[in-house]
């Protein structure tokens, strides 16, 4: 009975910022990594952030300097910080953890991002 629900995302003027959070309810043990994805109109799921436990956050380009990812595995959670946000950010964004164990990751319902020009 593991879920994840995402909250922050919301319709935003260009230039602005949002916090995307992502909470996991139920027994996860042995997270491996935490991410951010996206998939926008007409576009296939991307990755956007993605974080794991020996290594430093990696970033889709066209997000660096702009995206902030962070988790605390303790407490189950992960952000995404997004700043100086554009109109091709527009997308529904989605949390993920790898976990050790089938079913091997779990995914979030989504949250909707939009960026008005």
């Known amino acids: 009975q593991v879920q994840l629900v995402e909250s922050g995302g919301g319709l935003v003027q260009a230039g602005g910022s949002l916090r995307l959070s992502c909470a996991a309810s139920?027994?996860?043990?042995?997270?491996?990594?935490m991410g951010w994805y996206r998939r926008a109109p007409g576009k296939q799921r991307e990755l956007v952030a993605l974080?794991?436990?020996?290594?430093?956050?990696n970033y889709a380009d066209s997000v660096k300097g702009r995206f902030t990812i962070s988790r605390d595995y303790a407490k189950k959670m992960v952000w995404l910080q997004m700043n100086s946000l554009k109109p091709e950010n527009t997308a529904v964004y989605y949390c993920?953890?790898?976990?050790?164990?089938?079913?091997?990751?779990?995914w979030g319902q989504g949250t909707q991002v939009t960026v008005s020009s």
């Open positions: 993920n953890y790898q976990v050790a164990t089938i079913p091997y990751d779990y």
């Open positions: 974080i794991s436990s020996r290594s430093n956050p």
């Open positions: 139920g027994s996860i043990v042995s997270i491996n990594a």
